[in-house]
């Protein structure tokens, strides 16, 4: 028997080690998916990461294609998305793209690159004019518009110019960066451009070169000498936005490139975890094997013999139920012990109750120790009978149930030489049984002498609890007495801090109010003269005890207040200069024009009525300004009433004003008015209807010559003029013969038309007028 309990022994060993090492090995794997998770964490924050960078690109790089999108048309930005899907689904090589993605420059030369270019910045690079008819045949099939292409095989811009050796200027094809082969492109639209420091350095430049100047601000002077230019919004700029969308375009790339990365990682990952939590499932699958099969040898190793008589078993709960029972009320009264004890004695006790107090602490903690002494071999006590109960339930019973069942099984021939073997091993179990019951004994024994010993300690401590409860009443009441006087010295309190408000809100007072005469006063004393001072003080109730934080406040108002009214005074003074200054140039722009006008009406009335002499005359009121405003224009016009207009006619020598004047004279003056003012303020159109109907033939022929040098764009002195359009309809030859286009109306069935007719036709219409109008008159 001992043999096979050796040999179970080993097996039972060998599965414990078996066990053991899957566990460690499952311990390593879990530490190793453990490591494996934290990383797919880490790679999984980092796609997110990155995955947030890329939507944060895409949505800037939507905002710059749409201010891109904005800066053009809508039917041209279509068109060229067009060009980029055909020429990506079609496969077709050669398209470089539109001029504003093919270059780079520095942001400071955006604006004039932009003013150079304009929308030639749109237009599409390709190599061949082939591949721009294919691009143009698509695009007309798919009705998306049309496109401006630029095809480097036919474009031929000529030698760049000379440009002008200046620190001043900068030829604006020098600062673009682009690709060799796309120069013809660049130069075709840029080399006639440059960039100049200002308007002065332009306007000069572009007079000797022949070259369109552009400031950095955008203000153009072209070849021609025309100015253009004015506010330009930087942030509408179609070169920071093509910047911005070759940028961002590059970050959504790379963030795209570093996300597909991070997913390869994470799937790689993914992979080592599903393969770590394979062989992890194996070593637990294998370790519960191991364990199961360790439980199985466990359970089937010899058991024990028979239980114990059963008066002994019975003796036994019953010993250890009481010695339960016993030491779990101990614990409780330890702990309510405990707890009392742990309550604060006051200190409020005579040397004898403190010495006495002192003398039972100290008996106690005697006894809490023997308690704690008894309550430790109690323990031992249950824990040895535990360990018997256990060996021999779990062994030597089980052992005798085996030894009867292989007694049973024995044939007839080997009963004989079993039995004694199996007496012996009976015998050695029935001699340690009555061991085992002999320490059980024992310690049941040992649990009685522990509880006689609890229950003197009880005792003891039923006493101290007495006396504990006797020194709870003494210091309870040391208590009552110690919160009546708190609640005294906060009543005192309160009212120090009342009458100290008091004394606060007296304001200041006299030197010898703190003084030390009434350190010696008593209590009563003290009483009587606060009663004194609260008479004094009621016949004082209506005084204002505010007025100097009243003072005070008023006074800092008023501050305010003539701060306030400083600025107010200084910004009306700034408001006055300025309505007089707009006043005066008001006053100066009015005789200004007055003056224009006037001095034009006079050469106007000399070139139509030859020989005869006009003028504008201002009206005054008759009062005379002050002599010391009588040189300021708003004095003078404070005395016109009016204009009146006075014209002397050939062969006269009377001068006459409007009222005296006949219809034709009239209307002769009313239109040298008119091109008097028109040479002030040129408008760029005029419409008469019929303004010589009034007219002799001499002054018809005065005013078409005048109409004619009106509406040339060469002045007298040979210098460019804004050119004016007149329009006319006359019944008149006089007119026909200066005029540039001409247009006949008839009417016809109730219905007028018009049609374009030549100066001959013109003179034959006005000629057949003219002779019905005679032939109805005779």
């Not at 961002?248 to 996300?259: F, H, N, P």
């Not at 764009?713 to 006359?730: L, Y």
């Amino acid at each position: 028997s001992s043999a096979f309990a050796a040999a179970a022994a080993e097996k039972l060993k060998a599965l414990k080690q078996e066990e053991e090492s899957a566990r460690r090995a499952a311990t390593q794997l879990s530490q190793q998916r453990d490591k494996l998770t934290e990383k797919r964490k880490s790679l999984w924050r980092d796609e997110q990461k990155e995955t947030e960078k890329l939507h944060a690109a895409q949505d800037d790089l939507g905002k710059a294609q749409r201010t891109l999108q904005h800066s053009m048309s809508r039917s041209q930005w279509e068109a060229v998305q067009a060009v980029k899907r055909i020429a990506r689904e079609k496969g077709i090589r050669g398209v470089e793209g539109m001029l504003i993605e093919l270059f780079e420059v520095d942001d400071k030369f955006f604006t004039a690159v932009e003013v150079a270019a304009s929308n030639q910045l749109f237009q599409v690079v390709v190599d061949t004019d082939e591949t721009a008819a294919v691009l143009l045949r698509e695009l007309q099939r798919a009705n998306a518009g049309r496109v401006t292409f630029m095809p480097l095989n036919r474009l031929r811009p000529g030698p760049d110019p000379a440009y002008p050796q200046s620190d001043d200027v900068i030829p604006i094809i020098s600062r673009l960066k682009f690709a060799e082969h796309l120069r013809p492109a660049f130069v075709q639209v840029f080399r006639k451009s440059l960039v100049v420091r200002n308007l002065e350095v332009g306007s000069r430049f572009s007079k000797s070169h022949d070259l369109d100047c552009i400031t950095l601000e955008g203000d153009q002077v072209n070849r021609k000498g025309a100015l253009s230019g004015g506010y330009v919004d930087l942030r509408r700029s179609r070169l920071r936005a093509q910047t911005e969308i070759a940028k961002l375009g590059e970050m959504c790339v790379a963030a795209e490139a570093s996300i597909a990365k991070l997913r390869r990682e994470i799937e790689q990952v993914d992979d080592e975890v599903t393969r770590v939590m394979g062989e992890l499932k194996k070593q637990e699958a294998a370790q519960h094997r191991a364990a199961v099969a360790a439980e199985q040898e466990r359970l089937e190793l010899p058991t024990s013999t028979a239980r114990s008589e059963h008066a002994v078993g019975a003796q036994k709960d019953k010993t250890q139920a009481a010695l339960r029972a016993a030491a779990e009320a101990d614990r409780q009264r330890i702990k309510t012990l405990e707890q009392e004890l742990a309550t604060d004695f006051s200190e409020d006790l005579t040397a004898e109750e403190s010495a006495q107090l002192d003398q039972l602490q100290t008996e106690k903690r005697d006894l809490q120790k023997q308690l704690s002494a008894a309550q430790r071999e109690s323990n031992k006590a249950r824990q040895l009978q535990a360990t018997l109960e256990t060996e021999l339930r779990e062994n030597w019973q089980r052992r005798q149930k085996e030894l009867q069942e292989r007694l049973e099984e024995l044939s007839e021939q080997d009963s004989a030489n079993v039995h004694d073997s199996a007496d012996e091993a009976l015998a050695a179990v029935q001699s340690e049984l009555r061991q085992k019951v002999t320490q059980l004994e024992e310690a049941a024994r040992r649990a009685d002498e522990l509880r006689m010993q609890e229950r003197t300690l009880q005792a003891t401590i039923d006493e101290l609890k007495s006396q504990l409860s006797n020194f709870r009443q003494q210091q309870a009441d040391k208590a009552k007495e110690l919160d009546r006087l708190l609640s005294r010295r906060a009543m005192l309190q309160q009212k120090q801090a009342e009458f100290a408000d008091c004394i606060r809100k007296l304001g200041a007072l006299p030197r010898d109010a703190f003084g030390d005469s009434r350190k010696d006063m008593g209590s009563k004393q003290l009483m009587a003269e606060i009663d004194h001072c609260h008479k004094e003080l009621q016949k004082l109730g209506h005084v204002n005890k505010k007025a100097l934080d009243q003072f005070a406040n008023f006074n800092e108002q008023r501050e305010r207040l003539l701060e306030r009214q400083a600025e107010l005074d200084e910004a009306e003074e700034s408001i006055r200069a300025l309505i007089d200054h707009l006043d005066t140039k008001k006053d100066e722009a009015l005789e200004r024009t007055f003056k224009g006008v006037a001095k034009h009406f006079a050469e106007v009335f000399r070139e139509l009525v030859p020989g005869g002499t006009g003028k504008l005359v201002m009206k005054t009121d008759g009062t005379r300004a002050p002599e010391s405003a009588a040189n300021s224009a708003a004095a003078r016009i404070a005395t016109y009433s009016g204009i009146s207009i006075k014209v002397q006619f050939v062969g006269g020598a009377d001068t006459y004003t409007m009222q005296q004047l006949s219809g034709g004279q009239k209307t002769m003056v009313a239109l040298c008015l008119i091109f008097a003012i028109q040479r002030c303020d040129p408008a760029p159109f005029y419409l008469f209807d019929e303004i010589d109907a009034n007219l002799d033939a001499a002054h018809r022929a005065s005013l078409a010559k005048m109409i004619a040098r009106q509406a040339s764009e060469m002045d007298e002195s040979g210098e460019e003029r804004p050119a004016t359009q007149f329009v006319t309809t006359t019944f008149r030859p006089e007119l026909i013969h200066s005029g540039d286009k001409f247009y006949g109306v008839t009417h016809r069935g109730k219905a007028s038309t018009i049609r374009t007719i030549d100066k001959a036709e013109a003179l034959r219409i006005i000629t057949e007028d003219q002779s019905r109008l005679r032939q109805h008159a005779a």
